[in-house]
């Protein structure tokens, strides 16, 4: 048990024998209602064919919620983004999960994200703007370069997350380069 819970992202070896030892302590409160809640995730969850979400429904939630704007998709990275996304509540828009970035260095290309997926879903038509909302890495601008380049020629609006100052930054404490991009998409006041 130990060792599968090192596994976990988060968790090394000495928090994966705090959390066993926690678990076993707390056998009937905790363990007993984890292990069914895990037998009952191997059954019932899995990947949305359409946005590569993970919910126990296919297409998931997101996919069939007729209150969302199926003429705009978000594009993230991983569910984690979606999810993180989802808890901001600002946006009702369809997503679209990557699955990760493009790295040349790691062996990933463009055959290993669902890149070929998203340019179906837009080509399919009824998709009026993307959202690309990738990490601000070398590998987040590279793959969103990508798709750009892939969407070149259909009727699609592409925009992208802004680069900046955080809510409750102090510009002292920025480094140079968000300190430029917010420079660089500075608004009207």
Same mark, same amino acid.
């Given at each position: ?53 993970? !919910? ?11 209150r969302r704007d ?41 055959? !290993?994200?669902?890149? !070929? ?31 750009? !380049?892939?969407?070149?020629g259909l009727d699609v ?33």
């Amino acid at each position: 048990m130990i060792q599968l819970l090192a596994k976990v992202p988060g968790l090394g070896p000495r928090s994966a024998r705090r959390a066993a030892l926690h678990l076993i302590k707390k056998k009937e409160q905790l363990l007993i209602p984890l292990a069914a809640a895990l037998d009952d995730a191997v059954d019932k969850v899995g990947v949305c064919t359409t946005c590569g979400n993970v !919910d126990s429904s296919d297409p998931c939630t997101v996919c069939t919620d007729p209150r969302r704007d199926g003429k705009t998709i978000i594009v993230v990275e991983d569910v984690a983004d979606l999810w993180a996304l989802e808890r901001a509540g600002t946006m009702s828009a369809l997503y679209h999960v990557l699955g990760g970035t493009l790295s040349p260095l790691d062996g990933i290309g463009p055959d !290993d994200l669902t890149i !070929d997926q998203l340019v179906n879903r837009v080509a399919d038509g009824g998709i009026k703007e993307l959202i690309i909302a990738v990490n601000a890495t070398v590998e987040g601008q590279t793959t969103a370069h990508y798709i750009t !380049d892939r969407l070149e020629g259909l009727d699609v609006r592409i925009t992208r997350l802004a680069h900046g100052v955080p809510v409750g930054g102090e510009l002292d404490y920025l480094d140079e380069g968000t300190l430029a991009a917010a420079l660089k998409a500075r608004t009207d006041f």
